[in-house]
């Protein structure tokens, strides 16, 4: 199965950050690892219906994942009591 989808850059440089405290990432894998990678998490919880490139990341950053189910509509299919 191939994957769908690519990196389309979007050019918003007008010189000047967002806000002066903003992290620039060239891509949202690379701002997900950065994400967990400095965070306290120990479990992610990701749909099955999830690019690989996300899941190479949590491989990369050593986090335990529990998977759950989506309906037709993509809505999650899970008991959300489990959830802290």
């Known amino acids: 199965m191939r994957e769908i989808g690519g990196f389309q850059e979007i ?7 967002y806000h002066e405290e903003a992290l620039a990432f060239n891509s949202g894998a690379k701002a997900l690892y950065f994400l ?5 998490y120990q479990t992610v919880y990701m749909p ?11 491989k990369q950053v050593e986090l335990e994942v529990i998977f759950y189910k989506i309906d037709n509509e993509f809505k999650p299919k899970v008991d959300f009591k489990i959830f802290n």
């Open 36 to 40: 967990l990678k400095n965070s306290a």
């Open 48 to 58: 099955y219906f999830t690019c690989n490139a996300v899941h190479e990341i949590i």
């Open 11 to 17: 050019e918003l440089n007008t010189g000047k950050k």
